[in-house]
């Protein structure tokens, strides 16, 4: 026997389910327009959601930064790796937050690991949304608290199990800002309701919500007007604003605590100096103009508006990311297919992702996009979904 057998097993299982997806490499920058594996095509799955990742002047402030600091940060943050630049940062993004403080990590997943390990434990219970991403999962099974599971966006099911639970040492509720196989939110003011009557803290996931929702993509807390009512606010510099990193935002108390008890923080060395100046970046062209954000808008108006004339389910979505629901797991991925070789870059969403009979191609637009990038996207969407039976 094999001390490896039960990997080869595994992966042929993979193989025998459709479940063994092949990664394709891109080849240039990310942008509108993207090479992969050896073929141009119009990038419509990226969290790229502003363009910020291939920016002149993103680009131009690593240079500046690099020449001057270096790259790397040398520690974790507590031991002797906070840089001028990571002070700078947390403070620009603060600001944009309308928080008091807040504190950067690696990555949006580290944020969500670190936050939920040290704010709960055994005798506390954290409510999850059904449809949550796996990040806030794996914390909560790592925070040794009790995780009860409400029903997708289900306030009426929130309360019940709230009440349930009234003796709890600590409750946390946990809820991603926008949900990102369906492009629709969570419904924050019901929630932020529900925690003041059962004293619950409140977190919510912004990672596709941060630049896109709100004023000047401030996020989704901005977006409902709930400043200073949602306890942590957890956002990513990966998506929306084109770099890597993740934070929360929020009371300047609380984020103390966090600099002292986030072991993904605590334990990880901090984040480079060039990631943070392109962050840093990123957050300034933001807030000095709010032309990216608008365009995102427009171009996902127009977008949504078109697929329903051509009379495709496109869902619930409230955001850009927009499911174009095909049902059948064995044709969402030969309209994924047929895409890629008619040069549309979209991924098929199917089983266990999204549950069994509701596959769908999940399309992602982006501020990047001209209008004659999105009109030949529904030229293709419209000949080969038709050809195929979708829409029904
Ligand atoms: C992408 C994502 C994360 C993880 O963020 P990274 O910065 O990519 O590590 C966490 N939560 C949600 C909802 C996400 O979509």
Redesign the pocket.
């Known amino acids: 026997m094999d001390k490896f057998d039960f990997v080869r097993t595994e992966l042929e299982a993979l193989k025998a389910s459709g479940l063994y997806g092949t990664m394709r490499t891109v080849e240039s920058a990310q942008g509108a327009w993207i090479t992969v594996d050896g073929r141009k095509v119009l990038n419509l799955c990226s969290n790229n959601y502003l363009g910020l990742a291939n920016s002149p002047m993103l680009k131009r402030a690593v240079r500046k930064n690099m020449a001057q600091h270096g790259i790397g940060a040398g520690a974790a943050r507590l031991i002797s790796g906070t840089h001028t630049l990571h002070v700078q940062f947390e403070k620009a993004l603060s600001r944009f937050k309308k928080t008091d403080d807040c504190l950067f990590f690696a990555?949006?997943?580290?944020a969500?690991i670190g936050t939920i390990q040290a704010i709960t434990g055994s005798g506390d219970v954290i409510f999850s949304d059904e449809l949550n991403?796996g990040?806030?999962i794996d914390a909560s099974r790592l925070s040794r608290a009790k995780t009860v599971v409400y029903q997708h966006r289900d306030f009426s099911h929130l309360r019940r199990v709230l009440k349930e639970a009234d003796d709890a040492r600590r409750k946390l509720i946990v809820t991603?800002g926008v949900f990102?196989m369906d492009g629709d939110l969570a419904p924050l003011p019901e929630i932020v309701q529900l925690a003041e009557e059962h004293k619950a803290l409140v977190m919510v996931?912004d990672?596709?919500g941060e630049g896109v929702l709100g004023d000047h993509g401030r996020g989704i807390v901005d977006h409902f007007g709930l400043h200073g009512k949602v306890d942590i606010e957890m956002g990513?510099m990966?998506?929306a604003f084109g770099v890597?990193?993740?934070y929360i935002a929020g009371r300047a108390e609380f984020i103390d605590f966090m600099r002292h008890k986030a072991r993904t923080s605590l334990l990880a060395t901090a984040p480079t100096l060039i990631d943070v100046a392109a962050c840093l970046a990123a957050i300034n062209v933001v807030e000095e103009s709010e032309r990216l954000v608008k365009k995102l808008w427009s171009n996902t108006t127009f977008f949504k508006k078109s697929m329903q004339s051509l009379g495709f389910d496109i869902g619930h979505s409230e955001t850009p990311i927009i499911p174009v629901m095909v049902k059948d797991e064995r044709r969402a991925q030969e309209f994924e297919e047929d895409l890629f070789k008619q040069g549309i870059f979209a991924h098929a969403i199917v089983y266990p992702t999204v549950p069994k009979g509701e596959a769908r191609l999940r399309v992602q637009i982006s501020a990047v996009h001209k209008r004659d990038d999105l009109k030949y996207a529904l030229d293709k969407l419209d000949a080969i979904g038709h050809r195929l039976g979708v829409p029904a």
Do not use: E, F
């Not at 990555?107 to 580290?110: A, D, Y």
């Open positions: 990555s949006g997943w580290c969500n991403h990040s806030l991603d990102s996931d990672a596709h990513t990966s998506k890597i990193g993740g």
